[in-house]
């Protein structure tokens, strides 16, 4: 069972580059030997964090949670990339089944590519799709 | 003649018009237009129908038909395993749950998401706000109610605001938002409100309103560690005009968690009504629509109570009452509530407080989603419905109902210090970062301002070149923190580096989480509301409500009377027992703390003179003046009563130390006399020696017209807390069993 909060009561808590939480520290950071990484949330943190608000009977939130930890490992620039092909008009039906592909198979995002089928689905009905020229 | 046609005006409504109250739009309900608030005749009647485990009807929809809105509801907001058996209870029952103490949030919750939008609005329908307000202080996720302010300037000027915003973090906000005047300064106004924050006080949120992608571009970057821009809506139209879908919102919701960024949708009655596509429904239907959205989402909370929309429903009837339902919605469905009170709502003082205390009275989350912690002009969300005039207000309020409204009293010393602080941490970081120079002369001015108008002219172009250049570079928190410990501010530089290692541990990405000083989480999860009741729940006692009371303005009750304290009357001293004269006199009777333990009136005359007066106006008619003290009495009728006793014409004056007067005569009932001059405060010498001269008139047996003194309505307002320590202290001086003393003044009337 995972002890909220985390940053007091998770002993193995590290971050996406691998570094403890315990060793992410401020002199650490003036001296340079911090990175970007270092300050970025591990996906198995998220999942943690997802069981806790599964716990507190929120799954629709622990669904969030589990998408987040999958989409740690898509790059910034990409994400943005993403969340723009999923607005209105945005993309085909067949590119949103790529980005569901692309996240899937790339990204090992199983929930989140699910989502984005589900995305896709409804936008073909609704007629939410960029029309293909 | 008079022209008949001409209408008569009464002047109690012409001057009924020139109140602040008319200056509001008020409009009667269109449902066709969405312009009702709730009750449109075209909202559905709360259905479901489910086979196989789906939603085939919602709301009276059938499948087939399913928007956008009902299909992400259907999929992912309901929980199908409780929705049959809530749909089938009354939805009176609930909204009496919702107020019984003796049934838990929990309780209630597990229902709630089994509920559909018409359902959730059938059960808010049944309350009063009274009502709401109880299931507001239940409900609520966090039990320790919390503020967020709003920090802009329209000069868009860094050291201000960093000033401004460490200045809010000191009175105590848990979280600040900025925005824009010109889009592209988001970055620096974002980094100037960072450092703000954590100079003020370690742990405060932050975020910078923006278009979506910058937003989260910002908050990748660490120079914002929150957003609450994911607006979602009631209507497909009015989603697919706001260019986004629930889909694409709730993938944004998880694009944040995936950098370790709290995030809060957006919602509000009368936003579809506003962008024209309410489809017949009421605000509130769709409001609850877009709360089961957020709910879906996997959001932790939302900020609703109408926001930049206020003023539509606040046009309708019941739009108030509705703004609080939904803002009761968001805590029903365990989502974190910001709960407006943001945008100007109001142009009168008395209509925009009173709807305040539908929030601040139960608490909630966040009271204002944006109390604007600069002045009105200079509030780039379009003004601020409360704002850096009304904070003295503010803490009035919280100290007289004992409610945590989220703020503490600061002094000013400390708010011109930390100013400083924080002014200096900008001007440093843009030195280290080779940004244009902040001036001394700017840190200065940002010290000492009220608002925008008070600091010099600054050139935005470089500002503005400076911003591009970090959304190009790879300026990041870690750039930020090595900056402000460079520049020396390296306890600054701490609590920005904190703000990022939080973010590795994701704690405060659920419900209602803030920080306390020591960067503690405080959340639904770890402060759970755990209202049931009286004697329950969050409670403000002990050193949170010393800290309300202190407001700077309270003086300790001794420095009231300080003024009329002094030296004793060295012209006046006691002459033996008092004695019932038999001349043509007027007898002067004073209270106990007479020239001794008070020598002034309450306002400010000397005793002295006061007797002088006195005995000017008796003397003036010809008569003679005798000095008494009683000692077993402070009443100012009891005093009279003496004094006529004592007076060989009859006639008696009594004077309480804070120079209450009475004229009376032997005979008369306590608590009768021939004139009372119960307003000290408004009492002169002028005044004193006409009573003076209307006692000897009447000792003559003439009729005098009695004087004539003006009413201030407003002294009781002013000095009530003085009168009742003037009198206290003349009571002090009572000796029961002392009878009344002969004083002798050492003074003579100037006769004609």
Same mark, same amino acid.
Not at chain 2, 72 to 88: Q, W, Y
Not at chain 2, 575 to 597: D, N, S
């Given at each position: 069972?995972?002890?909220?909060?985390?940053?007091?009561?998770?002993?193995?808590?590290?971050?996406?580059?691998?570094?403890?939480?315990?060793?992410?520290?401020?002199?650490?950071?003036?001296?340079?030997?911090? &990175?970007? =990484?270092? !300050?970025?949330?591990? /996906? #198995?943190? +998220?999942?943690?964090?997802?069981?806790? $608000? *599964?716990?507190?009977?929120?799954?629709?939130?622990?669904?969030?949670?589990?998408?987040?930890?999958?989409?740690?490992?898509?790059?910034?620039?990409?994400?943005?990339?993403?969340?723009?092909?999923?607005?209105?008009?945005?993309? &085909?039906? =067949?590119? !949103?089944?790529?980005? /569901? #592909?692309? +996240?899937?198979?790339?990204?090992?995002? $199983? *929930?989140?590519?699910?989502?984005?089928?589900?995305?896709?689905?409804?936008?073909?009905?609704?007629?939410?799709?960029?029309?293909?020229? | 003649?008079?022209?008949?046609?001409?209408?008569?005006?009464?002047?109690?409504?012409?001057?009924?018009?020139?109140?602040?109250?008319?200056?509001?739009?008020?409009?009667?309900?269109?449902?066709?237009?969405?312009?009702?608030?709730?009750?449109?005749?075209?909202?559905?009647?709360?259905?479901?129908?489910?086979?196989?485990?789906?939603?085939?009807?919602?709301?009276?929809?059938?499948?087939?038909?399913?928007?956008?809105?009902?299909?992400?509801?259907?999929?992912?907001?309901?929980?199908?395993?409780?929705?049959?058996?809530?749909?089938?209870?009354?939805?009176?029952?609930?909204?009496?749950?919702?107020?019984?103490?003796?049934?838990?949030?929990?309780?209630?919750?597990?229902?709630?998401?089994?509920?559909?939008?018409?359902?959730?609005?059938?059960?808010?329908?049944?309350?009063?706000?009274?009502?709401?307000?109880?299931?507001?202080?239940?409900?609520?996720?966090?039990?320790?109610?919390?503020?967020?302010?709003?920090?802009?300037?329209?000069?868009?000027?860094?050291?201000?605001?960093?000033?401004?915003?460490?200045?809010?973090?000191?009175?105590?906000?848990?979280?600040?938002?900025?925005?824009?005047?010109?889009?592209?300064?988001?970055?620096?106004?974002?980094?100037?409100?960072?450092?703000?924050?954590?100079?003020?006080?370690?742990?405060?949120?932050?975020?910078?309103?923006?278009?979506?992608?910058?937003?989260?571009?910002?908050?990748?970057?660490?120079?914002?560690?929150?957003?609450?821009?994911?607006?979602?809506?009631?209507?497909?139209?009015?989603?697919?005009?706001?260019?986004?879908?629930?889909?694409?919102?709730?993938?944004?919701?998880?694009?944040?968690?995936?950098?370790?960024?709290?995030?809060?949708?957006?919602?509000?009655?009368?936003?579809?009504?506003?962008?024209?596509?309410?489809?017949?429904?009421?605000?509130?239907?769709?409001?609850?629509?877009?709360?089961?959205?957020?709910?879906?989402?996997?959001?932790?909370?939302?900020?609703?109570?109408?926001?930049?929309?206020?003023?539509?429903?606040?046009?309708?009837?019941?739009?108030?009452?509705?703004?609080?339902?939904?803002?009761?919605?968001?805590?029903?469905?365990?989502?974190?509530?910001?709960?407006?009170?943001?945008?100007?709502?109001?142009?009168?003082?008395?209509?925009?407080?009173?709807?305040?205390?539908?929030?601040?009275?139960?608490?909630?989350?966040?009271?204002?989603?944006?109390?604007?912690?600069?002045?009105?002009?200079?509030?780039?969300?379009?003004?601020?419905?409360?704002?850096?005039?009304?904070?003295?207000?503010?803490?009035?309020?919280?100290?007289?109902?004992?409610?945590?409204?989220?703020?503490?009293?600061?002094?000013?010393?400390?708010?011109?210090?930390?100013?400083?602080?924080?002014?200096?941490?900008?001007?440093?970081?843009?030195?280290?970062?080779?940004?244009?120079?902040?001036?001394?002369?700017?840190?200065?001015?940002?010290?000492?301002?009220?608002?925008?108008?008070?600091?010099?002219?600054?050139?935005?172009?470089?500002?503005?070149?400076?911003?591009?250049?970090?959304?190009?570079?790879?300026?990041?928190?870690?750039?930020?923190?090595?900056?402000?410990?460079?520049?020396?501010?390296?306890?600054?530089?701490?609590?920005?580096?904190?703000?990022?290692?939080?973010?590795?541990?994701?704690?405060?990405?659920?419900?209602?989480?803030?920080?306390?000083?020591?960067?503690?989480?405080?959340?639904?999860?770890?402060?759970?509301?755990?209202?049931?009741?009286?004697?329950?729940?969050?409670?403000?006692?002990?050193?949170?409500?010393?800290?309300?009371?202190?407001?700077?303005?309270?003086?300790?009750?001794?420095?009231?009377?300080?003024?009329?304290?002094?030296?004793?009357?060295?012209?006046?001293?006691?002459?033996?027992?008092?004695?019932?004269?038999?001349?043509?006199?007027?007898?002067?009777?004073?209270?106990?703390?007479?020239?001794?333990?008070?020598?002034?009136?309450?306002?400010?005359?000397?005793?002295?003179?006061?007797?002088?007066?006195?005995?000017?106006?008796?003397?003036?008619?010809?008569?003679?003046?005798?000095?008494?003290?009683?000692?077993?009495?402070?009443?100012?009728?009891?005093?009279?009563?003496?004094?006529?006793?004592?007076?060989?014409?009859?006639?008696?004056?009594?004077?309480?130390?804070?120079?209450?007067?009475?004229?009376?005569?032997?005979?008369?009932?306590?608590?009768?006399?021939?004139?009372?001059?119960?307003?000290?405060?408004?009492?002169?010498?002028?005044?004193?020696?006409?009573?003076?001269?209307?006692?000897?008139?009447?000792?003559?047996?003439?009729?005098?017209?009695?004087?004539?003194?003006?009413?201030?309505?407003?002294?009781?307002?002013?000095?009530?807390?003085?009168?009742?320590?003037?009198?206290?202290?003349?009571?002090?001086?009572?000796?029961?069993?002392?009878?009344?003393?002969?004083?002798?003044?050492?003074?003579?009337?100037?006769?004609?």
């Amino acid at each position: 069972m995972n002890r909220y909060p985390l940053a007091e009561h998770d002993p193995d808590l590290r971050a996406a580059s691998g570094r403890r939480f315990a060793d992410i520290t401020y002199e650490a950071a003036i001296s340079g030997e911090l &990175t970007d =990484a270092d !300050l970025r949330i591990h /996906a #198995e943190t +998220l999942r943690k964090q997802a069981e806790i $608000a *599964e716990s507190a009977g929120n799954p629709q939130m622990a669904a969030n949670m589990r998408r987040a930890a999958e989409l740690t490992a898509v790059p910034d620039e990409e994400l943005l990339k993403m969340y723009d092909l999923l607005r209105p008009e945005r993309a &085909t039906y =067949a590119q !949103l089944i790529a980005l /569901a #592909e692309r +996240l899937e198979g790339v990204y090992a995002a $199983a *929930e989140t590519g699910r989502f984005v089928r589900e995305a896709a689905q409804v936008y073909r009905e609704r007629g939410l799709l960029r029309q293909e020229a | 003649m008079a022209d008949q046609s001409q209408v008569a005006r009464s002047r109690r409504f012409l001057a009924l018009e020139g109140r602040d109250i008319n200056k509001e739009t008020f409009v009667t309900p269109w449902a066709e237009a969405g312009l009702m608030v709730v009750d449109s005749p075209y909202d559905p009647a709360p259905s479901l129908r489910i086979e196989n485990g789906r939603v085939v009807e919602l709301d009276g929809k059938a499948e087939a038909d399913f928007d956008l809105i009902d299909r992400f509801i259907a999929e992912r907001a309901l929980d199908l395993t409780v929705a049959e058996e809530a749909m089938s209870i009354p939805s009176l029952d609930i909204a009496r749950m919702l107020v019984d103490i003796h049934v838990s949030a929990e309780t209630v919750r597990r229902l709630v998401f089994g509920c559909t939008p018409a359902k959730l609005v059938d059960v808010m329908r049944q309350m009063s706000p009274l009502e709401m307000m109880m299931g507001l202080a239940k409900m609520r996720v966090r039990r320790t109610p919390a503020n967020q302010a709003h920090v802009t300037n329209w000069r868009e000027h860094p050291a201000l605001l960093a000033a401004d915003a460490a200045e809010a973090a000191l009175r105590g906000f848990a979280e600040a938002e900025t925005t824009v005047r010109v889009a592209r300064m988001a970055p620096l106004n974002a980094l100037a409100i960072l450092i703000g924050v954590q100079t003020g006080r370690g742990g405060v949120l932050t975020q910078c309103a923006v278009e979506e992608k910058l937003g989260l571009t910002l908050a990748i970057k660490g120079l914002t560690s929150y957003a609450e821009t994911l607006s979602v809506y009631g209507t497909e139209r009015s989603f697919v005009d706001g260019d986004d879908t629930p889909w694409s919102k709730a993938f944004l919701n998880a694009a944040y968690a995936s950098r370790g960024v709290k995030i809060r949708f957006t919602s509000g009655t009368g936003s579809e009504a506003l962008m024209g596509h309410a489809e017949q429904k009421s605000m509130l239907y769709l409001e609850a629509r877009c709360l089961l959205i957020t709910r879906g989402a996997g959001s932790q909370g939302v900020q609703n109570g109408s926001i930049s929309c206020i003023a539509l429903p606040e046009a309708l009837p019941g739009g108030v009452r509705a703004v609080l339902a939904e803002n009761l919605l968001a805590s029903m469905l365990g989502l974190e509530v910001a709960s407006g009170n943001d945008a100007l709502a109001s142009h009168s003082q008395i209509r925009k407080t009173a709807k305040l205390m539908l929030q601040f009275i139960p608490g909630t989350d966040f009271i204002f989603s944006g109390y604007s912690a600069v002045p009105k002009k200079d509030n780039m969300f379009g003004g601020g419905n409360f704002d850096a005039d009304d904070l003295d207000d503010y803490d009035v309020l919280q100290r007289d109902m004992q409610i945590d409204g989220g703020l503490r009293p600061i002094f000013e010393e400390e708010a011109l210090a930390i100013r400083r602080r924080a002014a200096q941490a900008i001007q440093a970081v843009y030195a280290q970062l080779g940004f244009p120079p902040i001036t001394d002369a700017e840190v200065e001015a940002a010290v000492t301002a009220h608002s925008s108008d008070d600091l010099p002219e600054r050139d935005l172009v470089p500002d503005l070149a400076a911003a591009d250049g970090v959304l190009a570079s790879d300026c990041g928190l870690l750039t930020i923190v090595r900056a402000l410990h460079a520049g020396g501010f390296p306890d600054v530089a701490r609590n920005v580096f904190e703000m990022g290692r939080q973010r590795v541990a994701g704690d405060y990405l659920h419900p209602a989480a803030i920080f306390d000083r020591a960067f503690r989480v405080q959340s639904s999860i770890n402060d759970t509301n755990d209202y049931a009741g009286p004697g329950t729940g969050y409670r403000l006692t002990g050193d949170r409500w010393n800290e309300i009371q202190s407001i700077r303005q309270a003086k300790a009750p001794h420095d009231f009377i300080a003024a009329q304290q002094g030296s004793p009357a060295p012209r006046l001293a006691e002459a033996g027992q008092a004695y019932v004269g038999t001349m043509p006199e007027v007898v002067i009777a004073v209270g106990p703390a007479f020239g001794t333990a008070l020598v002034r009136t309450i306002n400010g005359l000397d005793h002295e003179a006061v007797l002088e007066a006195l005995l000017t106006g008796i003397a003036s008619e010809g008569l003679i003046g005798r000095v008494v003290k009683v000692y077993h009495t402070s009443d100012c009728a009891a005093i009279g009563h003496v004094a006529a006793r004592l007076s060989g014409s009859g006639i008696g004056i009594g004077l309480q130390s804070r120079g209450t007067t009475v004229l009376t005569r032997r005979g008369y009932a306590p608590l009768h006399n021939l004139e009372l001059f119960p307003q000290s405060s408004s009492l002169t010498l002028a005044i004193y020696e006409q009573i003076g001269r209307n006692a000897a008139r009447y000792a003559k047996g003439e009729a005098p017209p009695p004087v004539g003194v003006k009413v201030d309505n407003t002294a009781r307002l002013r000095l009530i807390v003085k009168t009742a320590l003037l009198h206290r202290r003349e009571t002090e001086e009572v000796r029961r069993d002392q009878p009344p003393v002969e004083l002798r003044f050492d003074w003579e009337p100037a006769l004609p």
